[in-house]
T-cell receptor, first 115, second 111 residues
């Protein structure tokens, strides 16, 4: 298993540009989520999905969209990038059905810089 | 609002020392508490705790949860330079079964 994969690893955008961060997992996990990590602020949940076709907002959803058309993929879209979105983005997934499988596994991250 | 406080924020020790990292939390619909280690990349899973008073161990690391007092501790004995990292505590709860992360404890182990 490849686990949780993310692309790209690095990205530089100009203010106003749009882009999609890709996330995929091959573990048949139901639960997937996106976090951003900023210095001194820890990891904050952007959006999450409890299964294909179901998404919901986390703590900091503004400026981001997600979709979950398949179990494997959970892309994060930045509609109009702003410098405040400069951050490291992590995708995570877990099986999700039972308490014993709550462990979330993280992808390697995408470092995004918005100029 | 869900809240997680980790202490200390940073810690510098020498190899061989024992350290205790603290995590206090307030989350609705608590399910479990997870500890992660983060070096210069993605967080990697250490422990998941669901029951009070039951210690989980992995080598030199151990952790315990107190659901009555709403805290958890992570102990590392005989520290090594490879233990240098940020240690993140994350209770899982809420209707979204989401992880709420603390800001972490930055541990530096000097040779």
């Amino acid at each position: 298993n490849a686990g949780v994969t993310q692309t790209p690893k690095f990205q530089v955008l100009k203010t106003g540009q749009s882009m999609t961060l890709q996330c995929a997992q091959d573990m048949n996990h139901e639960y997937m989520s996106w976090y951003r990590q900023d210095p001194g602020m820890g990891l904050r949940l952007i959006h999450y999905s409890v299964g294909a076709g179901i998404t919901d907002q986390g703590e900091v959803p503004n400026g981001y969209n997600v979709s979950r058309s398949t179990t494997e993929d959970f892309p994060l879209r930045l509609l109009s990038a702003a410098p405040s979105q400069t951050s490291v983005y992590f995708c995570a997934s877990s099986y999700g059905r039972r308490q014993s499988t709550d462990t979330q596994y993280f992808g390697p991250g995408t470092r995004l810089t918005v100029l | 609002e869900d809240k997680v406080v980790q202490s200390p924020l940073s810690l510098v020790v020498h190899e061989g020392d024992t350290v205790t990292l603290n995590c206090s939390y307030e989350v609705t619909n608590f399910r479990s508490l997870l500890w992660y280690k983060q070096e210069k990349k993605a967080p990697t899973f250490l422990f998941m705790l669901t029951s009070s008073g039951i210690e989980k161990k992995s080598g030199r690391l151990s952790s315990i949860l107190d659901k009555k007092e709403l805290f958890s501790i992570l102990n590392i004995t005989a520290t090594q330079t490879g233990d240098s990292a940020i240690y993140l505590c994350a209770p899982l709860g809420g209707s979204a079964r989401q992880l709420t992360f603390g800001s972490g404890t930055q541990l530096t182990v000097l040779p």
